[in-house]
């Protein structure tokens, strides 16, 4: 089948086109299998609708997740929880709508920030209070979507911003979060931005850039039908003028990027799909992590609460941009997923094939181990 010869039946046979994108890399195809597979993809969303929007990945063949008895649960009756790995070894989160980890704070937070040490399966989480924590409940209490650290310095971008349940703002903190200065401006048309998350202190990052992607909309609560992908020098985070939005893929498969936010491109499409998400690297694998929340049926109060049922995805790509495929997919999980769920870059194995998912399930602080079967040639 030569690289424009498929037909309708092939479109709804997502395997048959699965291996399309890998095979066309060669000077000006690369821009070819980009945009075909975004293209089919979007396509294939439509037909399938319950099945996932890009093909198997070729690199991991499936995820085995632990036994669910295996799984650690601290910090009850909090939810949101992304994490980064910092400069002192130890893990940052921000939690919302809850108390926190034991001994929980006495009034309930909209935001809130902890610090977590230890193994995954035997961690202590402890509370940090801040002046910068949020009171507030549902749309008008603002959220932490993303937080990272770059050269001890933790950034964190606050969902809700408006109140309303939209927009996004960016703070920083150079005391591992006892004390946090917020960015004069915000990010008016995106809700839901988050970090992509490197080794310790962004150590193994692929170049000098910071990476933040969001669903591309406005509220924190309404999914969209795409993802899409922005950055900025990590020594100018806080210039909004200096952040960047991805555009497209090149003739000779660069990335394009542009400070027009009117000429952002998608660097993932899922119709009705894109709404809560977390992108780690896994760097002894050299792919990127993306778990992304498969949001509630439409008809529900709230389509992004999946802390008691629901399901979730990961997809893999060897660049933040793509080309994606599918690892792990379920639109029913075990357990329930949780609305936010993280691979900290903390507790991968030195093989990268063992991780941990950090996930808000059961409105908790919730740990499982997974083991990621990879494809013979690895």
């Known amino acids: 089948m030569g690289p424009w010869q498929l037909s309708v039946s092939a479109l709804a046979q997502p395997d048959k086109i699965s291996h399309l994108p890998l095979r066309w890399i060669r000077g000006s195809r690369a821009v070819m299998a980009f945009t075909v597979s975004v293209f089919l993809s979007s396509i294939l969303s439509v037909i399938t609708a319950a099945n996932p929007p890009y093909p198997p990945s070729t690199v991991i063949r499936k995820i085995v997740w632990a036994p669910v008895d295996t799984i650690t649960r601290k910090a009850a009756g909090s939810d949101n929880l992304p994490v980064t790995w910092a400069d002192d070894e130890a893990i940052y989160t921000t939690w919302g709508d809850g108390w926190g980890f034991e001994p929980r704070v006495p009034n309930k937070l909209s935001m809130g920030f902890a610090r977590i040490v230890g193994a995954p399966g035997n ?4 509370n940090i209070r801040s002046p910068a924590e949020q009171l507030g409940g549902g749309r008008s209490g603002r959220k932490g979507w993303g937080i990272i650290s770059v ?5 964190l ?8 349940g939209g927009q996004a703002q960016l703070a920083w903190s150079h005391d591992h979060a006892r004390t946090w200065t917020f960015a004069n401006w915000k990010f008016l048309q995106f809700g839901l931005m988050g970090f992509v998350n490197y080794g310790k202190d962004y150590k193994g990052a692929r170049d000098n850039y910071i990476y933040s992607y969001s669903h591309d909309g406005p509220l924190a609560d309404t999914p969209a039908d795409r993802f899409i992908l922005m950055r900025v020098p990590k020594n100018r985070i806080t210039e909004r003028g200096s952040w960047e939005f991805f555009e497209r893929i090149d003739e000779t498969g660069h990335a394009v990027w542009t400070s027009d936010s009117k000429r ?10 894109c709404l809560r998400s977390a992108m780690t690297y896994n760097a002894p694998l050299h792919r990127y992590l993306w778990w992304q929340q498969i949001p509630v049926p439409k008809g529900s109060a709230d389509r992004g609460d999946t802390r008691f049922e629901g399901g979730f995805a990961v997809y893999d790509a060897p660049e933040p941009w793509g080309p994606w495929s599918t690892a792990f997919y379920t639109e029913r999980w075990d357990v329930g997923p949780g609305e936010h769920g ?3 870059a903390k507790w991968m194995s030195e093989d990268g094939r063992e991780i941990y998912l950090v996930f808000s399930g059961n409105d908790s602080f919730s740990v499982r181990k997974a083991t990621l079967v990879l494809a013979q040639k690895y």
């Open 151 to 155: 050269d001890g310095v933790l950034y």
């Open 342 to 344: 993280d691979f900290p």
């Open 123 to 126: 961690f202590t989480g402890t």
């Open 157 to 164: 971008l606050m969902g809700h911003a408006d109140r309303q």
């Open 264 to 273: 952002r491109g998608a660097v993932f499409y899922h119709t009705d799909g």
